[in-house]
């Protein structure tokens, strides 16, 4: 009972109010890039997702059975980075023979998943945080939905603001920041929501 | 000769400006920002990598299958950067514990991998170091900027010194998360003023 109350708040916590764009800056090269259109920037969100809870379990069996096991710290990076890659290679070779018409839609932001750095820094978080293996496929499954969340909301902001009267020298990118730090302040208020 | 170098140094620093331009390493930009001294280090982390791994992949472009560059470049990156993190440990354990997470990061920021794929992969080396270097400087300095702009703002202060004496009331909500979007925008647009004036 106990170890289902800790993965439900982790999963709580991380989709909400440790949300990876928002609170912890990570993922924001895709966050402005992907979120001109709701419909992409959903199934970017969805694609990170599916890697990212793959990455959270395939780095958490790679850095108990093997690094840890032949206490070979100073290789996480570069092992963590390859299993990464070859993940996305994976997921990319799976969806393009099972799902063409996803595949099509994803085009170009699948491979770029790689150098998401919200990928990296989920699997180098879960020895951080010495999470034991179910709650770091939730952990990453959580990140992933926060992702989603955050890139689907600014995206539907940003479709409104097509319509609206942006000073010149802001249209772009300053006022999709200037709309993030507005979204952020209003995730603060889901700190204090629960406690661990 | 001379000229084309100094012409690749400057790129970086204005014209090409990694940050207010080019618009790529946001993470660490917007993450370690909060205090002068977290920018500065994490500017000289990333120039650092970014200058090693220019002269690596230039000396070695030739010897690199194009099919499998962009993983060949990842691996030489991520090498300088646990090189990076183990020497923080070693020397600046506080730079290191607060930095925590983005000093591997290093390995993902776009700015890093964009520019060996567009630079150092198609040139030769001296003009790699000067297209290395102007980058590495023109992201430390906006870095700096930023996180002058949020310490002053946020805690009053610069480098941990006080600046704005007692009577100052601290925007705490520079030094949050929302307050490093908010400002980033803001510099971002008026970057846009100046570049409209000048032209």
């Known amino acids: 009972m106990e170890e289902l109350r800790v993965v439900i708040l982790v999963f709580i916590s991380t989709v909400l109010i440790n949300n990876f764009i928002l609170v912890k800056f990570l993922g924001i090269c895709p966050f402005l890039g992907v979120s001109k259109q709701v419909e992409t920037a959903f199934s970017m969100g969805m694609a990170t997702t599916f890697v990212m809870t793959l990455t959270a379990a395939a780095t958490w069996l790679i850095n108990t059975y093997i690094l840890e096991y032949f206490n070979l710290p100073f290789l996480r990076y570069v092992s963590f980075i390859i299993v990464i890659a070859s993940l996305v290679q994976f997921v990319e070779m799976f969806i393009k023979k099972s799902s063409p018409v996803l595949y099509k839609a994803l085009g170009i932001y699948l491979p770029l998943i790689t150098t998401n750095c919200a990928i990296l820094g989920l699997a180098l978080l879960i020895p951080l945080n010495g999470y034991n293996f179910i709650t770091s496929v939730v952990f990453g499954l959580g990140a992933g939905i926060g992702f989603t969340l955050a890139i689907v909301l600014m995206a539907g902001l940003r479709e409104t603001l097509e319509f609206g009267d942006v000073p010149e020298s802001l249209k772009g990118v300053p006022i999709t920041l200037i709309l993030a730090g507005i979204m952020a302040m209003a995730f603060m208020g889901f700190s204090g929501l629960i406690s661990i | ?199």
Do not use: H
């Open chain 2, 1 to 199: 000769m001379f000229k084309k170098i100094l012409y690749d140094f400057k790129n970086g620093l204005w014209r090409e400006n990694p940050i207010i331009v080019l618009v790529i390493g946001m993470c660490p930009t917007l993450a370690v920002t909060n205090t002068v001294q977290n920018g500065l280090a994490m500017g000289i982390a990333t120039s650092f990598v970014l200058l090693s791994s220019e002269i690596v992949i230039s000396l070695f472009k030739k010897f690199i299958p194009n099919n499998v560059r962009i993983p060949s470049f990842i691996l030489i990156i991520a090498t300088f950067v646990t090189f990076t993190d183990f020497f923080l440990k070693a020397f600046f354990p506080d730079i290191a514990s607060s930095l925590s997470l983005f000093i591997p990061l290093i390995v993902v920021n776009c700015l890093i991998l964009g520019r060996q794929e567009a630079f150092a992969s198609k040139n030769p080396t001296r003009r790699a170091i000067a297209d290395a270097l102007g980058m590495g400087i023109g992201f430390t300095w906006v870095l700096v900027l930023l996180s002058a702009v949020r310490e002053l703002l946020g805690m009053g202060s610069i480098f941990g010194l006080t600046i704005l004496g007692s009577w100052y009331q601290p925007m705490v909500i520079m030094i949050l998360p929302a307050g490093a979007f908010i400002s980033l925008g803001v510099l971002v647009g008026f970057m846009n003023v100046l570049k409209r004036r000048g032209n």
